[in-house]
Nanobody, 121 residues
């Protein structure tokens, strides 16, 4: 089994910062990529940022220049540094990991349970 666990959410004022963490553990041979998505009330889940094993990053337009994704491959952990937060960033943030369980095996995507981020004064 594979577990993906997010942490670091909370309440922050507009203009503030938060750092989210996400750790994958369990039956993991390798991880091809990790990412963050978010879902606001009444909206569909949307991409926030992704990062590959080669450290190639991709960001959604609304967060470019404000959010930074990074990873620690040795710890199977991905981070999301969120600066200059806006009320429209309020959402449940979900982490995913594209996991390979054995050599030359297929890739499976695992999701965490999500962590709430609320930006409000």
């Amino acid at each position: 089994q594979v577990q993906v666990v997010e942490s670091g959410g909370g309440l922050v004022q507009p203009g503030g910062s938060l750092r989210l963490s996400c750790a994958a553990s369990g039956s993991i041979y390798s991880i091809n990529g990790m990412g963050w998505y978010r879902q606001a009330p009444g909206k569909v889940r949307e991409l926030v940022a992704t990062i590959t094993t080669g450290e190639t990053t991709n960001y959604a337009e609304p967060v470019k220049g404000r959010f930074t994704i990074s990873r620690d491959g040795a710890k199977n952990t991905v981070y999301l540094q969120m600066n200059s937060l806006k009320p429209e960033d309020t959402a449940v943030y979900y982490c995913n990991a594209d996991v390979v369980k054995y050599y030359s095996g297929p890739t499976f995507r695992y999701w965490g349970q999500g962590t709430q981020v609320t930006v409000s004064s």
